[in-house]
Nanobody, 128 residues
């Protein structure tokens, strides 16, 4: 069974940076998509960024492009999200997610229901 454990959230001032990490365990298949979603207060879940195991590209929501960077450390079974130039509107609970299979060559930025594995979220609060 795949398990995802996110960490690294916290309180930061606008303009600051945070790095979220996701520890992945129980991964027994080669084709998958992995990434981050977030849910801001009073809003629906939003895809933030993702990586597909069969695709060399990384994908980002327009709202975070140029500020967030997703990268994996496969040797340590870790996924990271480096967030810079944070804005108050980035305040949300961030979730690490994984889906079995690959959508390549299509994007892995998908509706939430297409990701079957969700970790417990980590709260990011950006103060103005």
């Amino acid at each position: 069974e795949v398990q995802l454990q996110a960490s690294g959230g916290g309180l930061v001032q606008a303009g600051g940076s945070l790095r979220l990490s996701c520890a992945v365990s129980g991964l027994t298949f080669d084709d998958y998509a992995i990434g981050w979603y977030r849910r801001a207060p009073g809003k629906d879940r939003e895809a933030v960024s993702c990586i597909d195991s069969n695709d060399s590209r990384t994908y980002y929501a327009e709202s975070v492009k140029g500020r967030f960077t997703v990268f994996s450390d496969n040797a340590k079974n870790m996924l990271h999200l480096q967030m810079t130039s944070l804005k108050p509107e980035d305040t949300a609970v961030y979730y690490c997610v994984l889906a079995r299979g690959s959508w390549y060559p299509d994007t892995c930025m998908r509706p939430p229901y297409q990701y079957g594995n969700w970790g417990r979220g980590t709260l990011v609060t950006v103060s103005s």
